[in-house]
């Protein structure tokens, strides 16, 4: 039988409440297809390990990570006592660079059962792929700050695109926009006001285009596109961004879809050099931790990816059919209009699977 060694990385608030509930989904679609998951659960990256080591992983982490097969990851964040930026640039972010993990995969659909704040869209009116860049763009830790403290003080803070970095992301979304339906892919861009990398975004979307002449492409400045994104989801199939535009429409899709406790997202190094990291799109919500009422649903989600990852399109079929059918009849946790808690979504999710 197939072993799969997957490292759990849980974190901090609701990430310790919904990664067990992936955990038993993912359990249950071993038990009905065949293989087993050897599982091993780290105290780390976490808000709480950072205040007793000053640091929110060990030195060696990439040694102690790299020949997982994959990592599942619930969250990090506790802004109250971490700063957001030392939490995340020590966890989370150094996962995405070190490893490679050079797209960010976040599927948006609306679904049966699951209420949408847009005036008449029905199911399968938002089915799109965010294809976001994942380890560069806006996203970087190059620049400083001169003169602190003084009325003289600045900061500057480099955005970097690289031909390579940039090219794959794209590759890779043509070739998923090749398998899909409507065969039809869209760039953000500002090429209007950032006028250096942007109009290059464009530029090399143009160039790749060229090799996939069955594909439409268009591009939309970021401003309109989140405004398009809200008035007419069903133009878009597979939508490309770079990583802070990505970001910014991967919580704006599943919002239009109805609740972002349900958006799942796949951190792939697509070469299988390094572990590929599955995680919500969402994050540690102080707000509602420890009254067990998080959707599980994400987590879960993340988990029928990275089994579809790991070869079982079968066990991803099956899980996210599961998801698919508790929408309809419940339970549902609050965000979703219910009264279920996080255990009862995931124990009913696991008893479909
Ligand atoms: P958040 O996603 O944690 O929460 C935003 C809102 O959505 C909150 O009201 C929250 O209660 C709700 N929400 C989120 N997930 C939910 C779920 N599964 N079920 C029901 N409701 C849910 O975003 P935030 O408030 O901006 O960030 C909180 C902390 O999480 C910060 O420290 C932030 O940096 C961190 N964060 C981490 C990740 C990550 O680890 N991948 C992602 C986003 C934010
Ligand atoms: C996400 C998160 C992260 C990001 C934060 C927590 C650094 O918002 O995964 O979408 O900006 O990538
Ligand atoms: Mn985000």
Redesign the pocket.
Known sequence: MKVHKIAVLAGDGIGKEVAPEGVRAVEAAARRFNFAVEWTTFEWPSCEYYLKHGKMMPDDWMAQLAGYDALFFGA??WPETVP?HVS?WGS??QFRRQFDQYINLRPVRLLPGVPCPLANKQPGDIDMVIVRENTEGE?SSVGGRMFAGTEREFVLQEAIFTRTGVDRVLKFAFELARKRPKKHLTSATKSNGISISMPYWDERVDAMGLNYPEIRHDKYHIDILTARFVLSPERFDVVVASNLFG?IL??LGPACAGTIGIAP?ANLNPERNFPSLF?P?H?SAPDIYGRNIANPIAMIWCGAMMLDFLGHSDAHDAMVAAIERVLVEGPRTPDMGGTASTTEVGAAIAALI
Do not use: A, I, N, Q
């Open positions: 990090v964040g957001d995340l989370l972010l996203y970001d991967s919580d997202s995680e799109v994050g």
